[in-house]
């Protein structure tokens, strides 16, 4: 299958603390990547490196199918929701000229924008308050402001934290949708993610173990005494599995 991103034996460390070690990791067209792992254990530290945020120690991060721009919704956005700004002006941000022009966005940039907005079901709440909207419809906005610079991957670090059950199901139903022309991934400790939308999961915590998640039932090879709720879920018969536990670099 065709590789969009590619990390190679990619290692990061704090102050000569590790908190990556040996990453090797294959995003796909089309992937539906969920990763998960315990707090502390480098999760988002894996997805600031992809982006760019922070330099990598070692190791090499390559990007394929001519990638212009990844689209990225982060965990805490830093938004007043206060501020009277409204869904399309939040948007606009995420318009890859990055610049408003001096009398205002020009038409494209608004077209763009209302299209992202139109791609999330959020057309209707373009002259809307983004304090007046729910914690899901906000989300939904800021899915739209990464999907303004026609990303071929989208990031999201945790998208459904403080959104109740029913925002959260909504939300995922987006991603799934538009996982049909973008590759998808999610940091996430929500499990009906590895149940009902992941392809595949990375078990992150300093080193990665990587899940292919299949249909068929095949046996799972647990000799490093590796256990996440990947092996969990497949154990309880909610999920079929094959497992890579053996760090190789394609995985």
């Known amino acids: ?61 390559k990007k394929h199918l001519n990638i212009d ?30 610049k408003k022009q001096f009398f205002g966005y020009s038409k494209d940039d608004i077209s763009c924008a209302m299209d ?18 729910s914690g899901g419809q906000r989300q939904r906005v800021f899915i739209a402001r990464a999907l303004c610079a026609s990303p071929k991957v989208m990031l999201l670090d945790e998208p459904t934290a403080s959104i109740d059950v029913k925002g959260q199901k909504d939300i995922y139903e987006l991603l799934k949708e538009l996982n049909k022309s973008i590759s998808i991934v999610v940091v996430s400790h929500d499990i009906s993610v590895l149940m009902n939308y992941a392809k595949n999961v990375a078990h992150v915590n300093k080193s990665l173990v990587y899940h292919h998640l299949k249909n068929i039932e095949e046996t799972i090879d647990n000799e490093d005494e590796h256990m996440c709720e990947v092996e969990l879920l497949s154990a309880l018969g909610k999920k079929q599995v094959c497992c890579n536990h053996t760090h190789e670099e394609e995985v």
Do not use: C, R, W
Not at 9 to 24: C, F, G, R, T
């Open 69 to 98: 721009s990844i689209g990225y919704v982060p965990q805490n956005t830093n938004l007043n929701t206060d501020f009277p700004i409204t869904a399309l002006e939040v948007v606009l941000m995420g318009h890859t000229s990055g």
């Open 1 to 61: 299958m065709n590789k969009i991103l590619e990390l190679k034996n990619l290692s990061y460390a704090y102050d000569k603390q590790n908190v990556l070690e040996n990453i090797n990791l294959d995003i796909l067209v089309n992937d539906f990547l969920a990763i998960i792992g315990p707090n502390g254990g480098g999760k988002s530290t894996l997805l600031k490196l992809i982006l760019g945020l922070l330099e990598t120690n070692n190791g090499q991060i």
């Open 116 to 133: 992202s907005l139109t791609k999330v079901s959020m057309q209707n709440f373009a002259n809307s308050k983004i304090g007046d909207l």
